[in-house]
Every structure is written in C-alpha cells, then in structure tokens.
C-alpha cells in the first residue's frame, strides 16, 4: 500500500480460541490480501489499506489504518463479519473505538432496472441505470445484487455499531446474490449484469428468477464492488463455467494489448457460447457439457490442469465454478507449489447434494 494511511481505527475482540481464530483469518485472507504472520501477529495488507492482528492473551487487538474514511468503514465491516462467522455458534464480544452505527452502508450504489433480454438461451441480461457508474469501472468486478420483495419500498442496510451489517428483516428483508458486473456505459450511466438461467429441479432459483421476471422500473441495490480484480499479469489462463463467463468475459475485454490469453469454458451447448473480445491475444476453448458421457465427473478440471501443466509458473491461474471443482484446482496448484499472488481460485456456486 502506498497512499498514506490516515484514517485510523483500532478494535478488540475476545473469541473462544483467540489463537485459533487469528489462524483462521489468516487462511481465509490470504486468497484476498498479502499476509504476513509472525508467530502472534498477522499483518493483512490489501488496497483497502492494513489491518494487524495481535493475540494478547485471550483477546485478539486490532488496528485498522486505510487511506480513505470509506476504505476505513468497509476494513472494519470485513473483518467484523468474518470473525462472527470463523465464531460460527461460540461466543464473540467485538467492539470499536469508533462504534458509530450508520445508517446506510457506504459502498451501497441504488440502480433501476431498465430492460431485460437474453443474450443466449440460458444467459439473461438485465441492463440498470445508476446515477455513479464510476466505482464500477476498472478494479473490481463483482457485487452483492440487493432485491426488495415485489412492490416493497426497499430499506437498504446499514451498519451495526460492532461494524457487521445490519440487514433489514421480516417483510423488508432483500434477496442478497452475488454477481459480476459485465459491463459498464459510462456515457449512458448504465450497468449490466448476465444471469445464468441455471435449472434446478424442485429448488427455487431467486436470483435467476430475478432476472427471468424482472420489469423495467425495479428498485435494486448494488453492494460493493469488491474481490476479484484485473489480475495484474501478461500471461492468464482464464477457466471455469457459465457462472465464470461474464467475469471471464469482462477480464478478457480490459486486459491490454500484449497481454495472451487462454481460456477454458464449460457451457451446456453451442449455442451458450459467446463472442469474447481482447486487445490481447485470445484462444477460447469450449467444453460442452451435453457431449460428456453418461456419468462423466470433473472434464473442467482435468481439462483446467492439462492446460496449467503445459505453462509456465509465470502464467496466472484464474479458475471459477462449483465449490467442488474449485476444491480441486486449490488442491491441484498447492501441490505443484504454483505462486499464490499468481491465482485467483474461488467457488462461484455450491451444488445442492440433497
Ligand atoms: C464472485 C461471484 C461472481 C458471480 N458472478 C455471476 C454472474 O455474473 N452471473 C451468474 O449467473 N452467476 C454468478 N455467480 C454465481 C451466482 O451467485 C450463483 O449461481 C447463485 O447461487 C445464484 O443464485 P440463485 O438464487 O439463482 O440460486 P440459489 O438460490 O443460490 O441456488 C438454488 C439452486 O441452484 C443451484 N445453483 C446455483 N447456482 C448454480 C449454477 N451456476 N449452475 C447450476 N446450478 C446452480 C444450487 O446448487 C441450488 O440447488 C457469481 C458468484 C460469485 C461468488
């Protein structure tokens, strides 16, 4: 981080295991942010700034420094959510110098539906206008899509004074999905977001329905955006399924001239593929789900480390999809020791195996 660090805050948990969740935040965080451990103490340091961690005793210290109050506000947010969630059921007292609750979170972007149409048979676009398209542009990519129940004036979240989100309940409770934001007209002030119409036998879909059914006039709200940026490379392997395609798509579009780009994407059929468009040089192979045999398990994945065993360690790994084939990719580059700032592997969906 090299802007100046000036907006402080500091903060003092006390979790069952203050060691074991100081281990924990450091496994999850690596993926996002540099981690630095030394025995006690964890220094994560990302573009929203630096957060240290020390055990002392039972307790777990933490300083937060970010170059912006809003950088700041979300520092804290992240942090105060996942340790309530590594606490899981134990009990965890969290509180702030700075414990002001707020009451609308700071990176919440309101949008309307503006027209919907499909771009293939399964992929629907739904286009918003947004009066500040300017955080969406370049960096990252992917948002929280909020939704208010049909014909609710929406009531948008704020923070909780320990720093976790305080999202509204009962009747104005939202739908909360995460998606890629495929593109972004800034003359237009307009965003759009591709949703897969993936089936799923007895099981309802919310944020594909959203999609499917939405009229123009809609009130959402967009959170973030935030996790998966432009990775910062000239060579990328670009994999994963449906659900990865329009991040796929978007990376390929922003990356610069001299940049090589291959890509591995799993689709039902031919007509699910997409024109994907680089100033790099760009090789697109598809993988059709319907021409698998009966039966077949993991061709994304086997296909994925064929494609990572012929390049070289320099290449970026960027691979998306269900939890279990990203499971195995994790597995896969930790065993041939593939750099970590050099991947970016992460669960877009989890299968239902009821
Ligand atoms: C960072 C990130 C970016 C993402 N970007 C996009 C995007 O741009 N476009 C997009 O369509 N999705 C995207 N996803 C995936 C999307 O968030 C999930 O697919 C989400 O579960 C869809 O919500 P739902 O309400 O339709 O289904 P859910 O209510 O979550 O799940 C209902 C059922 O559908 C199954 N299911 C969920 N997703 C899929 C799928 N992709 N294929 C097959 N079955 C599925 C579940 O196993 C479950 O049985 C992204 C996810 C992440 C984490």
């Known amino acids: 981080m090299t802007a100046a660090q000036e907006f402080k805050l500091t903060g003092i948990a006390f979790p069952t295991d203050a060691v074991a969740m100081l281990g924990e935040v450091c496994e999850h965080f690596v993926e996002h942010a540099d981690v630095q451990r030394n025995d ?31 950088a700041l506000l979300m520092s804290r947010t992240s942090i105060a959510e996942h340790l309530f969630y590594f606490a899981g059921e134990d009990p965890l007292e969290l509180s702030w110098s700075d414990s002001t609750p707020l009451a609308l979170l700071p990176n919440i972007h309101e949008a309307t539906v503006l027209r919907s149409e499909d771009i293939t048979p399964r992929m629907r676009r739904v286009t918003f206008s947004c009066a500040d398209v300017t955080p969406f542009i370049g960096g990252d990519m992917h948002v929280r899509l909020l939704v208010p129940a049909k014909g609710r004036t929406p009531v948008w979240p704020g923070l909780r004074p320990d720093g976790r989100v305080a999202w509204p309940e009962g009747d104005d409770e939202l739908l909360v999905r995460v998606y890629t934001i ?16 993936h089936p799923a036998r007895g099981v309802k879909t919310p944020g594909a329905d959203f999609a499917r059914d939405v009229e123009p006039g809609q009130s959402v709200a967009l959170l973030g955006p935030g996790g998966g940026n432009l990775p910062d490379t000239q060579s990328i392997l670009l994999a994963g399924d449906e659900s990865a395609l329009p991040a796929i798509a978007r990376i390929a579009e922003e990356l610069p001239a001299g940049s090589r780009l291959q890509a591995i994407i799993e689709v039902l059929d031919g007509p699910e593929e997409q024109q994907l468009s680089s100033a790099g040089s760009l090789d697109v192979r598809w993988l059709h789900r ?21 390049m070289g ?20 580059l930790k065993g041939r020791q593939h750099d970590r700032k050099n991947m970016y592997v992460a669960w877009y969906w989890e299968r239902d195996h009821d």
């Open 40 to 70: 006690d103490v964890a220094v994560l340091t990302s573009k929203l700034g630096t957060v240290s961690i020390r055990v002392k005793a039972d307790k777990l210290l933490i300083e937060l420094a970010c170059p912006t109050a809003e």
């Open 313 to 332: 360690s320099e290449t970026f790994v960027w691979f998306a999809a269900e939890k279990e084939d990203v499971r195995a990719i994790r597995a896969f």
């Open 290 to 310: 319907c021409d698998y045999p009966a039966g077949a398990k993991g061709t994304l994945v086997e296909e994925t480390k064929k494609a990572v065993a012929l």
């Open 182 to 197: 495929r593109t972004v007209d800034i003359d237009r002030r307009e965003l759009s977001i591709d949703f897969l119409q």
